[in-house]
């Protein structure tokens, strides 16, 4: 299955840990998730509703003295499968290692999931394989900016391995 880059799998991944209303939702991922990905409130609010019509969440009405009720959102099978899915697949470009891959590696280490090994192990062998394709490819004797294109996509896959590397060793060893 494929998976472009979307803020839905995050706030899946928070509803994995149980119900929450919308601004639970957006605190989680602020306090959580800043260093790495940002939303705003009004995202987070129009994303759930996306997800409730979709079938990924389900929500009830909450009331509450004195204030206007809320609405708490659960995630729903499908959407529990559906995250899933994604928190095991490897990303396709590196350049989606920084947001994407790191909200993976998050959530699987922050829901205990099994299985750290085995995605970090998958997105070396992607990235590996990019960079045997780039460094076989044409580009390299074209003109002095692909020369230095192909140079660049060499160098920054080589070092998301490195970091990929590292990973081994933190989740592996802890």
Known sequence: MSFKL???????????????HGYEVHSYF????????????SQVYALLKRMEK??????RKELQEKRPAKKIF????????RFLDWA????????????EFMAKLFFIKELKLKGVSGIIDKQIGVLQEKLDVTRNSKE??????????????IAQ???ALDWLNQCKIYFYEN
């Open 6 to 20: 979307s803020p839905e799998y995050a706030l899946l991944g928070i509803l994995m840990r149980g119900p929450k």
């Open 157 to 159: 896959t080589t070092s």
């Open 54 to 59: 979709n079938g990924m969440v389900v929500s």
């Open 88 to 99: 095991y697949s490897p990303v396709k470009h590196v350049r989606d290692l920084r947001i």
């Open 74 to 81: 659960s995630i729903t099978q499908a959407g529990k499968d």
């Open 140 to 153: 390299r004797t074209a003109d002095e900016f692909q020369a230095a294109l192909h140079s660049f996509k």
């Open 30 to 41: 602020s306090s959580e998730m800043s260093q790495f990905w940002h939303l705003s409130m």
